[in-house]
DNA sequence: ACCGGAAGTTAAAACGCTTACTATGATCCG
DNA sequence: CGGATCATAGTAAGCGTTTTAACTTCCGGT
């Protein structure tokens, strides 16, 4: 059975367009512009070209489609890694966007590796993807940034477009999107919710001097600090990555050398307050009982410790990201090339109010 | 240098294969050679064509690669939900194994509609996809399972291979492969491990008869019940579909009726898990304290709600799904149709033994 | 009766690459 | 030293679409 259907190899070749213009008894050409659907027909033709398509269950080859003209129909979004909540919620609005407009999806992922990040930016190019999205938090690397920076006029010649989403502009120059939420906004909001429930000395989780998006919300962290007159302790910035364990690792070493110096903890993001507070329960201290406890984005752990963090229009971003990027009237004065989306707290219940004069 | 190379064409057409042929005096065969690598060529030539190709900043045009011959060097995915954990996993690992394989992935998803569902395979179908992927739980719907079986046949027609992964096989005679894991035995196994701290009256959460997840699980807990010899109260299947705040509204609607009639709690996922925990919770009882909870799956909310769950090999999944598909020689006898992996309780503290003599 | 043009269709030229098949020297054996 | 062998490189024929330009009809208007 098997080597029969081996054998009969070249019969059983894919259907073509040309088998379908046979069947139907009009040349390839008419079935080309009834398939794609822009141009007059008899209504005649077209059953006849419909019925074929059917009868043989043709279906285009989006490789020779994309080569003969019309665009490859895709969008490209590359992303650390797609377990991530974060990168998770942005591909879906991606996703989602790409769907809407009828392109379909190709998804890279790094690992974090700015290598591989590079790399996976030259296959995209290679698919001819119509757009190439970057997500998230990155070194600001100089040569990086300025490899980048080629990528993506190297990106605007072939007609695509590079979308950084999540992650600060490379330069004035650069023929790049960008799609950013306020992160230095959203973390001096929720500092503010801490000093105004009285903590004066809170503990920030996740200092990672040259990533874009720790050092954006620890500037928020410190304007706020700044601007309701707390002197800023550094010591109070522990430093690790946005992963759950590195939350679970900054609380315990610093409860294994003392005593708290602390009544509250803003974690760089939710995962991280995940961690802590399993770490501070370890050691006896209730959230918000003992220590007051905030994160960052809104993802899913938020709502099962019932954090209160600071809410990122993930899906948003995604979208908007596809939306712009498509937008082909590059010269339309309108379409803005930067674009930054609000963000603002959730309010959950592990937070509490400092009893009685709380100075240092 | 680049104007130059821009004013040679009337535009700015992305470079060709030829421009690097032309730049370093050689045939396109041989750059197309040197670039796949696949044939001998002096060095010197090599050299040149290298040099070209970095000068000009060339990078192959995937879609006529795809057309010339070659396979299109993707894999196609198809999940309901990319911000769901579940898939989320799966997704990672076959985005892993692809890379590993040189090969870039595409993704669709499909909300949990069938039609959809379809839609999107039809999709992968045109993109010429070495393997399409289907992940996940879906309605064992008649038409349906005989719609997909024709492009499961369709793309076995077309060189392509479609998967199975985490579902049902279609029939005997469909060209698919399947890679499941251990629904039944895993929840057989939790079960029994309830049963042995002496609980009798477990509230199954999520029956949703007809989905094969769900209907896998509940089998795999009734089978349990049943060799413990513990009498099968059909009122203590609730049904709900896989979310979280479903676990939350059974258990809420349950607890609003009365007082509980359960002393464990077995969640068909870990998300209703932790809705069911937050359910409990708003009505004053505690996990593991009052009543027992356990769930399935083994992703990230479990680790931070302390929840003993079975643990699913998801990453796995989606790497042995690629690797199988692309091991291509097909008609090599040891290559399986059919893999069932392995499923394993991970025991935290959300169990605790019941006191006493506990028959009801 | 003739022309201009609309409507519908087609032949054929790309699109950028791979890959038989073919050509060219150089090397080697008898 | 003639022809067989080998290592390289080139020629050209597709791959399955889209698309341009051209070609029929078939009109109504003059």
Redesign the pocket.
Known sequence: MVRRAASDDEGR??????DV?AHA?????????I??G?????P???GKVMRAVRELD????A???G????SSRSVAIIVNSVVSPHYAHVAQGVQTQAAIEGKLCIVGTTGGDPERELATVQLMRQEQAECVILVGNVVADEAYRERMGDYARALALAGSQLVLCGRPALGPDVPALVIEYDNTGGAYAITSHLLSAGHRRILFLGRRDGHTTPDSRIAGYRAALADHHVPHDPALEAEGTMERREGHRMVRERLDAGPPDFTAIFACNDLVAAGARQALREHGLSVPGDVSLVGFDDLPPAADIDLTTVHVPHEELGRTAVRLALDRERDRPGRPEHVLLGTHIIVRDSVRPLRGPALP
């Open positions: 070749r894919p259907t073509t367009i040309r213009a008894g009009v040349s390839v050409a008419t079935v080309s512009r398939l794609s822009s141009y007059p027909s008899a005649a033709t077209r043709y279906v285009a080859n490789n020779a489609r080569l003969a003209g019309a």
